[in-house]
């Protein structure tokens, strides 16, 4: 202790800043040795291994025949220096590939890229992959920045089922960071494959028809309420969003293209088919129909007279055909007022039922609430009632608001899909099945749908009456023209409306719904609907000698692509009657929009290549065309 006193301050404070460093020292050495040893040699072999990824095989989605809707496509590239953890790379042809593999050289490596086989027809229904984004590594820890998701449809609604495990290999590396030997690798796991309820074919047939028009067509089993087309137009590329090029030209050209798609004014991404809600006009006027034969208020014989205009106090209410053509009905009961969409009988009616019981009935068949189709952005639509409009709008509900309702306007709103679900439910006999996309569904605890039906309790005999108005609506004298050559040829007298169907005659309803205010003429822009119950009569559509028809109605690509479609069906089977919806949107072209005139050219379009014929409605007189009423 004599020594320390002794010694000089400055020496004494050398002293005591080594011995802390010294003891710091020591400290960290403990630490680094023996309390985190194995922690930090960890490290250091993980800082001298490299993983390289290795693609991983999304799953697939296959059509209702068990082909691929979509598949992995590899895009292959040349790496620069095949020794450099991340070198520039070049890309190069899938045969220039294949040459250096069999070489056993690792200069080459590839991407898997999603190529879609029908990219327009079905993008809404399958949407597209693209890069993982902040959000969704901050959500899911199990994705990494190289991987893809689904960005919309059913690439998004069944992403984790799709993605699978990736696979890696595992280099060693020097201090410069660079590859020395490859030391192991993990096998990847592909992402399950989903079997969906589409039909590509009719598919792409409902998206040509709709020839570049706005709106939606909607195809179902009416037995199983399986999905076989659901088209919304226009659409987008699927394939320019799921690419992603190496080039760097043909990438700002892909990018170009997408920034188009997404600043489109006709909104490309919107699926008008299950997001889009519309007043269904005519087409509603089967569930009025119904709650009115449900109630006692009308029956088969009960008849109103059309006479053009109905008055009501300083109010009147006009028939579409008298607006258009100045004619009258005269006294029509039910079946007539729907084959001719008779907007009087449908207002007397409607006053009849009351407004509340026409509202149950249209909830009762599905409106107003979601349909649980597994795709994003489903609408709910709208069922007004009194109470709904005293609620919500702080109004009274008026007669008028009862006559609106009754022809399917007023506040009224539907999806394309609800509206094809509730057809459904009338071609079943009163069961109403989900409308569903896949036949079983991954996400659900045992993936049935068998519970998906259910019966609704409707009278059969009222059921009968409706088919017989539609049946009557798609034959002459009805509003759906472009069918009535069909139904001349399919329906058959003295038989009940489905042993007809089963004979392979249509059932229909036109709609043409207005919507907005109204313009400098006094009119509101309207959209056209059509909706069909079309029976299968498959001896008509495979021929005896099996799938090869040779058609004079088609060219050969048309004619082809239809050969194929049989063998599948030949192979695998096709429903036995048809729920068919299009509507075809109002736009700046074309402001009124009508049922038969521009809705039900697209399903005749339809029905026609299913048959493999081209029924088309010889030149009417200016006379039969006023009889006919076509224009609804």
């Known amino acids: 202790m004599n020594i320390f006193k002794q010694l000089p301050p400055k020496v004494l404070f050398f002293f005591a800043v080594s011995l802390a460093v010294f003891s710091l020292l020591v400290w960290r050495l403990a630490d680094l040795q023996l309390m985190n040893g194995r922690s930090y040699l960890a490290m250091a072999d993980a800082n001298k291994l490299f993983t390289a990824r290795i693609p991983v095989e999304r799953g697939i989605f296959l059509d209702r025949y068990g082909d691929p809707l979509v598949y992995n496509k590899p895009r292959y590239y040349q790496l620069a220096n095949p020794e450099a953890l991340y070198s520039e790379k070049e890309e190069i042809s899938r045969e220039e590939a294949l040459i250096a593999m069999a070489s056993g050289s690792e200069s080459v490596g590839y991407e898997l890229e999603r190529e879609f086989l029908f990219p327009e027809a079905i993008a809404h229904v399958l949407g597209y992959t693209g890069s993982v984004t902040a959000d969704e590594l901050k959500k899911d820890t199990r994705l990494h920045i190289e991987d893809k998701t689904g960005k919309m449809g059913m690439e998004r609604v069944f992403d984790e089922v799709l993605r699978g495990v990736a696979g890696a290999n595992f280099y060693e590396v020097n201090a410069l960071g660079n590859k020395q030997r490859k030391v192991g690798e993990r096998e990847g796991i592909p992402g399950s494959n989903i079997a969906t309820t589409i039909d590509p074919y009719l598919s792409q047939i409902a998206f040509t028809a709709m020839d570049a028009k706005r709106g939606a067509v909607v195809i179902l089993d009416s037995e199983t309420g399986e999905i076989l087309t659901l088209v919304s137009t226009p659409t987008y590329d699927p394939q320019a969003l799921s690419t992603k090029y190496i080039d760097p030209e043909l990438e700002r050209q892909r990018r170009q293209q997408v920034n188009g798609f997404f600043t489109h004014p006709q909104k490309l991404f919107f699926n008008r088919a299950i997001s889009g809600a519309y007043p269904p006009g005519s087409v509603f006027k089967i569930l009025t129909a119904l709650a009115g034969l449900d109630s006692g208020a009308i029956d088969a014989g009960k008849t109103v007279d059309d006479t053009g205009v109905l008055e009501v106090g300083e109010y009147s209410y006009a028939n579409w055909y008298y607006t258009q053509y100045g004619r009258m009905d005269g006294p029509i009961s039910l079946v007539r007022a729907l084959a001719r969409s008779n907007d009087i009988y449908f207002y007397k009616a409607a006053e009849w039922t009351g407004p509340q019981k026409i509202a149950d009935m249209a909830r009762l068949f599905g409106l107003g609430k979601l349909t649980g189709i597994e795709l994003p952005g489903e609408a709910a639509g709208l069922v007004p009632d009194p109470a709904w409009k005293e609620r919500e709008l702080g109004e009274r509900w008026y007669l008028g608001n009862t006559f609106h309702f009754g022809i399917g306007q007023d506040n009224l709103l539907v999806t394309p899909l609800q509206l094809a679900q509730y057809v459904q439910a009338i071609a079943k006999h009163g069961t109403q099945c989900s409308p569903h996309l896949v036949k079983t569904n991954p996400l659900e605890v045992d993936g049935s749908l068998a519970s998906h039906c259910s019966e609704l309790g409707v009278a059969e005999e009222n059921l009968e009456l409706v088919l017989r108005g539609m049946l009557d609506a798609c034959s002459f004298g009805g509003t759906g023209f472009p069918f009535f050559p069909h139904n001349q040829r399919f329906r058959q007298e003295g038989l009940s409306p489905v042993e007809q169907l089963n004979e392979g005659a249509v059932a229909c309803k036109t709609g043409t719904s207005e919507f907005g205010g109204v313009d400098s003429r006094g009119y509101r822009n309207t959209h056209g609907w059509f909706t069909a119950i079309v029976g299968i009569k498959k001896a008509d559509i495979l021929p005896a000698g099996g799938a090869n028809l040779q058609?004079?109605?088609?060219?050969?690509?048309?004619?082809?692509?239809?050969?194929?479609?049989?063998?599948?069906?030949?192979?695998?089977?096709?429903?036995?009657?048809?729920?068919?919806?299009?509507?075809?949107?109002?736009?700046?072209?074309?402001?009124?929009?009508?049922?038969?005139?521009?809705?039900?050219?697209?399903?005749?379009?339809?029905?026609?290549?299913?048959?493999?014929?081209?029924?088309?409605?010889?030149?009417?007189?200016?006379?039969?065309?006023?009889?006919a009423g076509l224009a609804e």
């Open 551 to 627: 058609s004079g109605d088609w060219d050969d690509e048309a004619h082809s692509f239809r050969d194929r479609w049989l063998s599948r069906v030949d192979e695998t089977g096709f429903p036995d009657s048809l729920v068919m919806v299009a509507l075809v949107e109002s736009d700046e072209v074309s402001p009124y929009r009508e049922g038969s005139a521009d809705a039900a050219p697209v399903i005749k379009d339809i029905v026609d290549w299913i048959y493999g014929t081209n029924i088309r409605a010889e030149a009417l007189s200016e006379e039969e065309i006023r009889e």
